[in-house]
């Protein structure tokens, strides 16, 4: 696996208009509901996604 990479919010800003899937990485669903970014999943969502997610979907995590 490799290292993650460390990008500015205007670089994830413009990967999740392309297509990559913002994760709010709290396990807090509450924290979540109070914090998260416009077009933000859950971390609970993303686990109920990770099933079905492409091996190549760009996945962008952060905490805010």
Do not use: W
């Not at 413009?14 to 899937?21: I, P």
């Not at 996604?49 to 979907?57: E, I, R, V, Y």
Request: charged letters at 30%; one cysteine or more.
């Amino acid at each position: 696996m490799a290292n993650p990479e460390r990008i500015s919010p205007k670089d994830a800003y413009e990967k999740s208009n392309r297509g990559a899937l913002l994760v709010c990485a709290y396990d807090d669903d509450d924290r979540f509901g109070r914090l998260h970014l416009e077009g933000a999943i859950s971390f609970t969502e993303f686990r109920s996604k990770l099933p079905s997610l492409s091996k190549d979907q760009e996945i962008i995590f952060y905490c805010a």
